[in-house]
DNA sequence: CCTTGACATAAAGTTAGGTTTAGGTATTAA
DNA sequence: TTAATACCTAAACCTAACTTTATGTCAAGG
């Protein structure tokens, strides 16, 4: 049994966070003696789910949604597949979204870097695309 | 010239952004009429260097700081590339955190997968980690 | 003459995931 | 006895980048 100071410690998060976790019911079984919430290893396995959960990119709704299903027991794998599927792909959207970003970012790396050694960005605007670098030239078509 | 409604049209933004745009500071030299803002080709180009560098990932702020920049000239050049720099590490730590996240999804798809297959969680959990298909104990090391 | 539509403003609302503040209780140590 | 801790609550605040709302001006068309 832990007090809730002694959670955040353990897995340093802060108190107001356990809080607000507990407000949004995510602890559906913690109990209290006096007013004071008492944290068992339920509780603490439910702490663990959600960290988890959140490590995957969820959102605290979904992580709710999940811990209903969880409850629901075999019933509901299927769910639970679809929640991590749907998640899956988008977060495989968003790095390809970053690494075009990041192809942006290493031409304009590259630009500041030649207008720094020439002085000015004349010479980078008088060059034609296919005169580029050929790296340079990919990072550029990539985003164009 | 074009009005506000010409050029959400055009560029595909609500009227709404671009008012909060320019009380933001970044059309500068944006002229009105009668009240009436009148965008020429000067403001739009500066929307078009909005619209790049926040596809590159910056916040607002720094696009206003990257502009406060460019009007200076060439002696900024180096703040300019250090701004991109920047952004460029974070971008690629995003991109490795995404990774991770990645491996966690596909170990959850896989795990629930097998349950709906097996009809029950019980026989994963009894799997010992040495004993998962070699691609799972990969993920599943990744993270643990 | 009246309505529609495009423009204008200031100020409040939205979202998520907390954090901070103000005020109160209860136990314990000096 | 009083001071320090650790806990409690409700409600306000935070960030970023907008969006919505309420209200108003102005010109053209029927």
Redesign the interface.
């Given at each position: 049994m832990y007090t809730i100071g002694q959670v955040s410690q353990m897995f340093n998060i802060p108190i107001s966070t356990l809080r607000y976790y507990d407000k949004e019911g995510f602890f559906p079984n913690l109990k209290r003696s006096s007013g004071i919430r008492r944290f068992d290893e339920q509780d603490i396995e439910a702490l663990k789910v959600i960290e988890?959960l959140k490590?995957?990119?969820l959102e605290l709704k979904d992580v709710k949604q999940f811990i209903k299903w969880a409850t629901k027991g075999?019933s509901t794998?299927?769910n639970?597949?679809e929640l991590?599927?749907k998640?899956?792909i988008a977060?495989?959207q968003?790095?390809k979204k970053?690494?075009k970003?990041?192809n942006?970012?290493?031409y304009?790396?590259w630009y500041?870097?030649k207008?720094?050694k020439d002085?000015?960005?004349d010479r980078i605007y008088k060059m034609l695309p296919n005169k580029l670098p050929p790296k340079i030239q990919k990072l550029y078509d990539s985003?164009h």
């Open positions: 988890c490590e995957s990119g075999s794998y299927k639970r597949k991590f599927e998640r899956k977060v495989e968003e790095i970053l690494q970003t990041l942006i970012l290493e304009k790396c500041y870097d207008a720094i002085g000015t960005e985003f």
